[in-house]
């Protein structure tokens, strides 16, 4: 299925769920939040959707499901992640959100508004991590009205301008998807890093292959 189909199944309520999810839920992670904006905002450029009700629809998607997230870690997340060997989290990752909230402020929460997985783990990293939440409230509604909104209005834009765009959406999606993984990546290649990337990748194969083989 296309991503244009996908969006025409999914209608508003569906594509509000998607976001929400995308946003701030674990199993959001699947799901690709900056494509559907942007895909989204070139279909209402076709009159096939309406820009008015996307706009504070997927606003209020992605702010509430940061928040959502928020809230879960700050309410169950330490029950979960509590254990050294925890699958996604150690002790030691809350100290260092403690000490990157402490150093960074806000600004991390719309910085991983643009790359896809961390801004789904990041609110609730916050929540873990006590950061206060009205300050995690103010980011959070900055990076979502930048991240929301821009992809949107990135789509509408394009679809208005430029004719046939239709023809040249997939490469268009496919280029946002490298772009919005490209901080990641080069994040976990940068030479301090590797050591820790080898390392998780390691243990995941060592995971994979007891439960499989």
């Known amino acids: 299925m296309s991503m244009v189909q996908l969006i025409e199944t999914l209608g508003y309520a569906g594509l509000f769920g998607v976001i929400f999810a995308e946003s701030g839920l674990l199993f959001g992670v699947v799901f690709p939040g900056d ?49 050294e060997d925890s699958i996604f989290f150690h002790k030691d990752n809350l100290t260092r959100a403690n000490a990157f909230y402490a150093k960074h402020g806000g600004k991390a929460l719309i910085l991983a508004r643009f790359m896809p997985v961390i801004r789904t783990l990041v609110p609730i990293v916050a929540g873990i991590g006590d950061m206060h939440y009205r300050t995690f409230i103010f980011f959070n509604i900055i990076g979502g009205v930048l991240w929301s909104t821009g992809m949107l209005l990135l789509g509408f834009t394009l679809g208005s301008m430029i004719p046939n765009i239709d023809h040249y959406l997939l490469p268009i999606i496919a280029l946002i998807i490298i772009l919005s993984l490209a901080p990641s990546v080069y994040h976990l290649l940068r030479k301090e890093e590797r050591p820790k990337t080898f390392a998780m990748l390691k243990k995941l194969w060592r995971m994979i292959t007891q439960k499989f083989f």
Do not use: E
């Not at 820009?51 to 606003?59: D, K």
């Not at 809230?71 to 509590?82: A, D, E, H, S, V």
């Open 35 to 83: 494509s559907l904006l942007f895909t989204a905002g070139f279909l209402a450029s076709q009159k096939l959707l309406n820009i008015l009700i996307l706009l504070p629809l997927c606003l209020v998607a992605a702010v509430g499901g940061d928040s959502a997230g928020y809230w879960f870690g700050r309410k169950i997340g330490p029950k979960l992640f509590n254990k």
